[in-house]
């Protein structure tokens, strides 16, 4: 059965009310309901932007997501699929490649504005440690190369006794 990650909306006193939703981001089989039993609920997301906590008055809002990464990280791992709208929020965060990257004649300045730092193409690998010659795999050689030569053709692997 196919597992989805997806919104759920929240349906308890203190939580949803009319026209304040309140999200949370949960994994459950592709054919139930959106507001079923969740098999697990790996976040929350609040879709009205509010002031943070202690934030000055006049201050930017935010939209408020929490995620259990290591959770989201995991069930990704094994196949579930994301909704488009918890792609979305799971790429604001890092764990995901943005799916719909913007076009025109800006896209260069656009992709450095969203790219996270887990999205940055990792450094090429210099010859050195293409070819094995680090400090691990060189202090490997010399230490199998010196005791090589301690015991080396003493034995037969037919005939132990066999010098």
């Known amino acids: 059965m196919v597992l989805k ?24 089989h592709a054919r139930t309901a959106r507001d079923s039993k969740p098999l697990e609920v790996l976040g929350t997301y609040n879709p009205i932007p509010e002031l943070p906590v202690g934030a000055e008055e006049g201050g930017r809002k935010v939209k408020d997501i929490k ?31 943005p799916k719909y990257l913007p076009t025109g004649p800006q896209t260069e300045k656009a992709l450095k504005a969203v790219r996270f730092p887990t999205h940055q193409p990792r450094p090429a690998k210099s010859s050195a440690a293409l070819s094995g010659a680090g400090p691990v795999t060189s202090a490997i050689r010399d230490n199998t190369s010196s005791q090589a030569g ?10 132990p006794n066999e010098a």
């Open 67 to 97: 995620v259990d990464v290591s959770r989201a990280k995991y069930w990704l791992g094994v196949g579930a699929q994301p909704s488009d709208t918890v792609w979305r929020l799971l790429s604001m965060i890092g764990l995901l490649e």
């Open 150 to 159: 301690i015991g080396a053709g003493t034995t037969s692997p037919q005939d």
């Open 5 to 28: 990650l997806r919104l759920s909306r929240v349906s308890t006193p203190g939580g949803a009310k009319r026209h304040h939703p309140r999200y949370n981001i949960v994994l459950a």
